[in-house]
C-alpha cells in the first residue's frame, strides 16, 4: 500500500486544504473498491452512530457489511512455537480444531443463516426508503414548482 | 459607576487533588488560583467527595487554604435516591420522552450539598462574582440560582441529551453570563437555548510551557515502532473502543507495527489481535505524560464530546500533530485555527492521515510547530487570565 500514499511535502500546512485532500483521496481509493473490507466494516462498528447523517457511508459500509457477514470456519496453519514435543502438539491441536468444528457446524450454519438474513433486511430496508425518499423528493420538488 | 470586582466564590462538585478529576474542575481550580495569585479574594465551594461515580464523602469537611484559595468542603447530601437517580438518567442519556417527573427525579437525586448551597446563601452579599460549573450537576444549577445576577456559569457544554432539559435551558438564560471555552460551545448554547443575556466570553484554559523528552516514553517500554497516544478517561463516550478497532483494522489492512500507548484511568480491553500493541500506562506524572506525548506519531482524540479538549493543547505543547474525530466541532475547529492536526470522519480517512504523519515526517513536523505556536499565543496564561479579568469585570 506504501507506493498508494497521499503526499503533502509542506513547510507550512493548511489542514483545510489537507482534509479536503485526503476526502478526494478516500473517496477514489473507496470507489476502486480499496476500502471494501470486512476489517473496515469491524472498525466501524462503534462510529455508526457518527455515520447516520451520512447516506453515502451507509451504502459503503453495506458493501464492508458483505464482505465480513459470514462467519469462518475454514481451516487454517495450526503452529506450535515450543520447539519440545513440537509435531505431537500440532498433532493434537490439528483433533481439537477438527472436533470443535465438527461439534460447532450447526451453530456456524445458523449464523451464517442469521448473518445473512440481517443483511438481506438491511438492504431491503435501506433501498426501500431510498426509494421512497426519492419519489418524496420529486414530488416535493413537482409542488413547488406548481404555480400557486 | 460599577463597583470593581474583588471578592469570587467558585463553585465545583470536586477541587482537584490528585489525578482523579474531570477537565471541567480543573478549569476551575486554575481559574480560581489564578485569580487568588492576581489579588483577588477567592473562596472555592466544593463538596467532600472524590469520586465521580458513587460521590461517598471520604474528606473531611471545613475549610483549608491552597495556593491563596479559601477552600470550604461540604458534606454530599446522604438522602439521595440513587436507584431513583440511575432511573432518570438512564431515560435521559438513552434520549427517550422525558417528562417533568423523570427531569424532578433526576435533579433532586443528583448530586447536591445543601450545607454548601446554604453557606453560599449566606455569605452571597459579600460576593462580587461566582463562577460555577460543570452545568451538568444539580449542586451547579442550584449554586447559580442563589444569585443568579453574580452567578457566570463555567458550562463545559456537550451536545448531549443533559443539555436539552428544561432546568439547564432555565440555567442558562437566567445567569449573568457565561464562560465558554471555545466559540463552538458558544454556538451550541445559543441553538440549544437560543441568544444568551450578559457576559458570553470565551476564555478557555491558559498552559505553561514545559519540557519534555521525546525519547522516554519509547525507552521505558522498550519500544521500537511508532506509536499513536490517547490520554484521558477510556470509556465509550470517550471513543476509546472506536480507536482500538480502528488501530486494529489499521494494522491488519497496512501490516505497519502501530502501537497505541494510553494513560488515564478506566478499563482497556483491546482485542486478541492487539496483544502486544496496546501499552497501558494508568495514572502517569504530567512529565510522563507530556513525554509519551512529545514521542507520539499523532496524539489521537477519538472524543465526540468535548468543550475544550485540555489534552490536545498539551500534545501541541509537546510538539506533536493531532488526529481527532470530525464529530467534535470544538476539536476540529481547534484543529482548523491551529492547523495543528487533522480530522477524520470514517476509518479510511484515519488512515489515509496517519499513513500520511508516518510517511511524510516534514508533515508530521509542520501540524507539530503550527500547533505549538498556537497554543503559545492563545493560551499562555497571561493571555487567558486578561480574558478572564475582562469577563469579570463586565
Same mark, same amino acid.
Given at each position: 500500500m506504501s507506493d498508494d500514499i497521499f503526499r503533502i511535502g509542506a513547510d507550512g500546512i493548511e489542514t483545510d486544504a489537507v482534509v479536503a485532500?485526503?476526502?478526494?483521496?478516500?473517496?477514489e481509493k473507496m470507489e476502486r473498491g480499496l476500502y471494501t473490507d470486512g476489517r473496515v466494516a469491524r472498525a466501524e462498528r462503534t462510529n455508526?452512530?457518527?455515520?447516520?447523517?451520512?447516506e453515502d457511508f451507509l451504502a459503503f459500509y453495506l458493501d464492508c457489511l458483505r464482505e465480513a457477514v459470514l462467519v469462518d470456519i475454514n481451516d487454517f496453519e495450526i503452529h506450535e512455537r515450543r520447539a519440545r514435543f513440537s509435531r505431537p502438539l500440532v498433532l493434537l491441536k490439528r483433533s481439537i480444531w477438527?472436533?470443535?468444528?465438527f461439534y460447532t457446524y450447526r451453530l456456524w450454519s445458523q449464523q451464517n443463516q442469521v448473518n445473512g438474513l440481517l443483511l438481506s433486511a438491511v438492504e431491503s430496508m435501506d433501498s426501500r426508503y431510498r426509494e421512497k425518499f426519492d419519489a418524496l423528493e420529486k414530488r416535493i420538488d413537482a409542488l413547488e414548482r406548481k404555480p400557486s | 459607576m460599577t463597583q470593581p470586582v474583588k471578592n469570587i466564590a467558585v463553585v465545583a462538585p470536586r477541587f482537584p487533588e490528585g489525578p482523579t478529576v474531570g477537565g471541567a474542575e480543573t478549569l476551575l481550580q486554575q481559574f480560581a488560583l489564578r485569580l487568588a495569585a492576581a489579588? $483577588?479574594?477567592?473562596?472555592? $465551594?466544593?463538596t467532600c467527595a472524590c469520586d465521580h461515580v458513587t460521590w461517598r464523602n471520604e474528606l473531611p469537611p471545613g475549610a483549608c487554604m491552597t495556593g491563596g484559595v479559601r477552600v470550604l468542603r461540604f458534606p454530599v447530601d446522604e438522602d439521595r435516591d440513587l436507584d431513583a437517580f440511575l432511573r432518570a438518567q438512564q431515560r435521559i442519556s438513552l434520549g427517550r420522552e422525558v417528562t417533568p417527573d423523570d427531569e424532578q427525579a433526576w435533579m433532586r437525586n443528583n448530586v447536591n450539598s445543601r450545607a454548601l448551597i446554604d453557606a453560599l446563601a449566606r455569605d452571597a452579599d459579600g460576593l462580587d462574582r461566582v463562577l460555577a460549573g460543570p452545568y451538568l450537576f444539580s449542586l451547579v444549577v442550584r449554586a447559580a440560582a442563589v444569585c443568579p445576577g453574580k452567578t457566570l456559569l463555567v458550562p463545559c457544554l456537550h451536545d448531549e441529551p443533559f443539555a436539552y432539559l428544561s432546568a439547564i435551558a432555565e440555567l442558562f438564560r437566567h445567569v449573568r453570563g457565561c464562560l465558554f471555552n471555545a466559540a463552538p460551545e458558544r454556538a451550541l448554547a445559543e441553538r440549544l437555548f437560543g441568544p444568551l443575556p450578559g457576559v458570553r466570553a470565551v476564555v478557555g484554559l491558559g498552559m505553561d510551557p514545559f519540557d519534555s523528552d521525546p525519547g522516554a516514553t519509547a525507552r521505558r517500554l522498550g519500544l521500537a &515502532?511508532? $506509536?499513536v497516544l490517547y490520554a484521558g478517561r477510556r470509556e465509550p463516550l470517550k471513543g476509546t473502543p472506536l480507536l482500538l478497532d480502528y488501530l486494529a483494522a489499521f494494522r491488519a489492512r497496512t501490516a505497519r507495527d502501530l502501537h497505541l500507548v494510553l494513560t488515564g484511568a478506566g478499563p482497556v480491553e483491546p482485542p486478541a489481535s492487539l496483544r502486544g500493541a496496546v501499552h497501558d500506562l494508568g495514572f502517569v506524572s504530567e512529565r510522563e505524560k507530556h513525554d509519551a506525548?512529545?514521542?507520539?506519531? &499523532?496524539?489521537c482524540h477519538p472524543s465526540v464530546n468535548e468543550s475544550f479538549g485540555i489534552?490536545? *493543547?498539551?500534545? /501541541? *505543547? &509537546? #510538539?506533536?500533530?493531532?488526529?481527532? !474525530?470530525?464529530? =467534535?466541532?470544538? *476539536?476540529? !475547529?481547534?484543529?482548523?485555527? =491551529?492547523? #495543528?492536526?487533522? /480530522?477524520?470522519?470514517? $476509518?479510511?480517512?484515519?488512515?489515509e492521515e496517519l499513513l500520511l504523519l508516518w510517511d511524510e515526517p516534514e508533515t508530521h513536523r509542520a501540524l507539530a510547530a503550527a500547533g505549538r505556536q498556537f497554543v503559545r499565543e492563545e493560551y499562555a496564561w497571561p493571555v487567558v487570565e486578561a480574558r478572564l479579568i475582562e469577563a469579570l469585570a463586565r
Open positions: 485532500r485526503i476526502r478526494e483521496r478516500v473517496a455508526l452512530a457518527q455515520l447516520r447523517d451520512r477438527k472436533l470443535l468444528k | 489579588g $483577588y479574594t477567592v473562596t472555592f $465551594y466544593t &515502532a511508532p $506509536y506525548m512529545a514521542g507520539a506519531l &499523532a496524539f489534552v490536545l *493543547l498539551e500534545a /501541541w *505543547l &509537546a #510538539g506533536t500533530a493531532a488526529l481527532v !474525530h470530525a464529530g =467534535s466541532a470544538v *476539536l476540529v !475547529h481547534q484543529c482548523r485555527r =491551529s492547523n #495543528g492536526g487533522l /480530522w477524520f470522519r470514517t $476509518y479510511p480517512e484515519f488512515e
